[in-house]
């Protein structure tokens, strides 16, 4: 069974800077997109940033200029940089990959365990 490994959160002040790693925990045949949600609490879980497999990005507004998606493809891993964190970031982030995991298996969506931001203020 595939499961995406998150590391990377945790507590910094407002205006500091978090880097969120996401890897896949054996090896698979293929991933497609790659993405970072996050859920802020008492709210809906909402895409900060996405990455294709050919490198597009796209972002949510609140983090544009502020946050950077990438990818390694040879490790199957994406990364979050999270610069200039405000406390309105703090929330717990969720990594999402479409995996296909096995020659004889399907396309389907795997999501991390979720890891704790949280920005002081």
């Known amino acids: 069974q595939v499961q995406l490994v998150e590391s990377g959160g945790g507590l910094v002040q407002a205006g500091g800077s978090l880097r969120l790693s996401c890897a896949a925990s054996?090896?698979?045949?293929?991933?497609?997109?790659m993405g970072w949600y996050r859920q802020a609490r008492g709210k809906q879980r909402e895409l900060v940033a996405r990455?294709?497999?050919?490198?597009?990005?796209n972002y949510t507004d609140s983090v544009k200029g502020r946050f950077t998606i990438s990818r390694d493809n040879a490790k199957n891993t994406v990364f979050l940089q999270m610069n200039s964190l405000k406390p309105e970031d703090t929330a717990v982030y969720y990594c999402?990959?479409?995996?296909?995991?096995?020659?004889?298996?399907?396309?389907?969506?795997?999501w991390g365990q979720g890891t704790q931001v949280t920005v002081s203020s």
């Open positions: 999402n990959a479409l995996i296909l995991p096995t020659a004889w298996g399907t396309w389907r969506d795997y």
């Open positions: 054996r090896s698979i045949i293929s991933i497609n997109a």
């Open positions: 990455i294709t497999s050919a490198g597009r990005t």
